[in-house]
């Protein structure tokens, strides 16, 4: 099994900036896509960005050019790096971790970020 434990939400003014993290431990395939979902108030939970190991980083259309996501595959770490957050990105945002080629997939607990306007 895989454990997330996310970190880094907060309360924020619109432009801020926060910086998430996402620790995984437990089996972990080198080889694997780590990356954010978010889910705000009777909303779906909606993709925000995924990193894969090899390096390679996709980004809801929403969220293009204000977020970046970088991880540390040596701490098995995923970072969410916020930028010109809007009241919009308002979200307890949840870090997932899936390994290549298998549809099983690892969730955190999430953590709140909220962007007054």
């Known amino acids: 099994q895989v454990q997330l434990v996310e970190s880094g939400g907060g309360l924020v003014q619109a432009g801020g900036s926060l910086r998430l993290s996402c620790a995984a431990s437990g089996s972990i395939f080198t080889v694997n896509t780590m990356g954010w979902y978010r889910q705000a108030p009777g909303k779906q939970r909606e993709l925000v960005a995924t990193?894969?190991?090899?390096?390679?980083?996709n980004y809801a259309d929403s969220v293009k050019g204000r977020f970046t996501i970088s991880r540390d595959n040596a701490k098995n770490t995923v970072y969410l790096q916020m930028n010109s957050l809007k009241p919009e990105d308002t979200a307890v945002y949840y870090c997932t971790y899936k390994r290549t080629y298998y549809s099983s997939s690892a969730w955190g607990q999430g953590t709140q970020v909220t962007v007054s306007s």
């Open positions: 990193h894969t190991s090899g390096g390679i980083a």
